[in-house]
């Protein structure tokens, strides 16, 4: 038995088919993955991801503190509430993990809040102790808080009908901006399926009756199966397949997420990478043919060095597999993929698949 969210008893009620995931008893599916990606795509769908891990920063070195730690620059974040993406790198310029940063607001306006994966909750947790070691800061896990994603083009009207008494804050909220809307409750204009929604941060005991009233209002809940689906057909990397630690962002399709203006653990090699040239990057993938795409498949491209599949699914919004893969640098349209020992035709392709509803390919 792993570990499990404030929110298991609810996924044990819907009959969800419940999978280790990061050492949590996750729900992979409700009922269907194709009909919860749809739900998602084309109304609305929520998803528990109380497994993700959520800190708490504070101290006066906290903004160097997080400069120094991430490629990203908080310095950007002007707006109250604001999100940063970023990556977190060793020394050597790999990816430690990909988090969310949040900027304070004005109800704790020393309080940053940072969002980091579950699979790599403890070496993220003794790398970035270790970090703070050189800084006055102070980082709290808050074990005793729940995370509910609420996607799709209805998500927003939806949780504002379900809080009806926090509406007005919500629709001021710009995009990838949060705030705070009571006790130990945080929402923001985030999530991992490129769709319009929020991410709502809120006391775990008081989690239940948010996803029952969510039920109630037609919500239809979703898994990690579609979570993922969701995610690759939107180019959004999964640490652990698309980056880890031996690779850069450089060749992740991540070059956008640093800012190279200030100092960050990782950037001497990063600077190095880009001096010398950058030797691999990651593409989309779409099988033309009938197949299945999975990672570690191999990429051969014809006059270039082979590549790798990193993540790979059917996506059902453009009824055909798709696939990130990391690929020598090139200009080439079409690849093969070693498919069970048949080279099988693939269009190479940004890697951005779907978006707000829309097939992008």
Known sequence: MGLRTSLHNEHVALNARLVDFGGWDMPVQYASVLEEHHAVRRSVGMFDVSHMTLLELTGPDAVIYLQRLLANDVAKLTLPGKALYSVMLNERGGVIDDLIVYAPTPEQPELWRVIVNCGTHDKDLAWMQAQAASFRVALIERTDLAMVAVQGPQARAVVHAVLPEHAETLQGLAVFQGAEVAQDWFVARTGYTGE???????????????????????????????????????????????????????????????????????????????????????????????????SHMRVVIEGVADGETTSGTFSPTLEKAIAFARVPVTNATHAMVDIRGKLLPAQIVKPVFARNGKALI
């Open 196 to 294: 319009a929604g929020y991410e709502v941060i809120l006391p775990a005991e008081q989690a239940a009756t948010f996803w029952q009233a969510l039920l109630a209002a037609g919500v239809t809940p979703c898994g990690l199966g579609a979570r993922d689906t969701l995610r690759l057909e939107a180019g959004m990397p999964l640490y652990g397949n698309d980056m880890n630690d031996d690779t850069s962002p450089l060749t992740s399709n991540l070059g956008w997420s640093i800012a190279w203006e200030h100092d960050f653990i990782g950037k001497s090699a990063l600077l190095a990478e880009r001096e010398a040239g950058v030797s691999h990057q990651l593409v989309g993938l779409v099988l033309e043919g009938r197949g299945v795409l999975r």
